[in-house]
């Protein structure tokens, strides 16, 4: 069944992450490092933005800025349409951090999916990114989570 294989996929994707990503130095979670990528990407986006751009719900991106801001990798802002909101953004540290880590993550990407041909890999990416509803983004997510 496609959900359970699916699962599985995310189960493998996440574990090798964890596993190069530590192994590497860095003190990084697949949801965190989705949060950072999002935001340099997306610059001065709020935590609904945020939660939209990595997939997850607000509660989830909530408790993950709350951590990237102790880590200072990321700052909340007073935003200047609406003082009620906080738009988040890379500290300098956060964007070294992403740049620092973002070769290991594109490196892994491989043995995400270790039976596949090169052929296969691209294909796969393609039809995932598809049913996904993101075709013509392929390319967006280095981190495979």
């Keep these: 069944m496609p959900g359970h294989l699916i699962r599985r996929l995310h189960q493998i994707s996440t574990n090798v992450f964890a596993q190069r990503v530590r192994a590497a130095g860095f003190d990084l979670t697949p949801v965190q490092f989705a949060a950072l990528d999002a935001l340099g990407h997306r610059p001065g986006i709020d935590q609904a933005g945020l939660a939209e751009a990595t997939a997850k719900d607000r509660a989830t991106v909530g408790a993950v800025v709350d951590r990237l801001v102790q880590k200072k ?13 906080r738009t988040l ?34 294909q796969f990416v393609a039809l995932a ?12 997510d280095p981190g495979g989570t």
């Design 73 to 85: 990798l990321v700052a909340r802002e007073v935003s200047d349409r609406d003082r009620r909101a």
């Design 89 to 122: 953004r890379l500290t300098p540290g956060g964007a070294a951090l992403l740049a620092e880590v973002l070769p290991v993550v594109r490196a892994l990407q491989a043995e995400i999916l270790p039976g596949l041909t090169e052929d296969e890999y691209r």
């Design 129 to 140: 990114a598809k049913a996904a509803g993101h075709e013509g983004h392929e390319g967006q």
